[in-house]
């Protein structure tokens, strides 16, 4: 179920959209799956429809939905991949800066890899400094 924070800064729109990704990468909203049509999901959010259009006119752009006329907007058959790929893109890119900032001040690399693998381990919910 998508939830918006009315109080967010992130716009409406760009929240209904980074919601449905997250569907859709969980699962939740398999390939294939209908969505909520633009006036369903307006009076579910309490929000203006165009809104949700806006979303959705988004998402069709990035390839993770289609709409057939008449019928409604549905996920596509490789959206779960898709967003899996930016989101190795975009982290890889994150990772990257942050390792090599902190080699430039000093950290080695045996340090910054420790730091990694106690992340990664902390993030599946390990006590990572047993």
């Given at each position: 179920m998508i939830s918006i924070d009315i109080y967010s800064r992130t716009p409406v729109y760009q929240q209904i959209i980074d919601e449905m990704k997250k569907e859709i990468v969980l699962g939740i909203l398999p390939p294939g799956a209908q969505l909520s049509s633009v006036r369903e999901l307006s009076i579910e959010l309490d929000i203006n429809?165009?809104?949700?259009?806006k979303a959705y006119i988004e998402l069709e752009r990035q390839g993770l939905i289609h709409s057939v006329p008449?019928?409604?907007?549905?996920?596509?058959?490789?959206?779960g991949a898709q967003i899996r790929r930016l989101i190795a893109q975009e982290e890889s890119e994150r990772i990257r800066a942050a390792a090599g900032h902190l080699a430039s001040v000093g950290f080695s690399e045996e340090i910054i890899l420790e730091w990694i693998h106690d992340i990664f381990r902390n993030s599946k919910g390990e006590n990572y400094h047993d």
């Amino acid at each position: 179920m998508i939830s918006i924070d009315i109080y967010s800064r992130t716009p409406v729109y760009q929240q209904i959209i980074d919601e449905m990704k997250k569907e859709i990468v969980l699962g939740i909203l398999p390939p294939g799956a209908q969505l909520s049509s633009v006036r369903e999901l307006s009076i579910e959010l309490d929000i203006n429809p165009n809104t949700v259009q806006k979303a959705y006119i988004e998402l069709e752009r990035q390839g993770l939905i289609h709409s057939v006329p008449g019928k409604g907007s549905f996920v596509t058959e490789d959206a779960g991949a898709q967003i899996r790929r930016l989101i190795a893109q975009e982290e890889s890119e994150r990772i990257r800066a942050a390792a090599g900032h902190l080699a430039s001040v000093g950290f080695s690399e045996e340090i910054i890899l420790e730091w990694i693998h106690d992340i990664f381990r902390n993030s599946k919910g390990e006590n990572y400094h047993d």
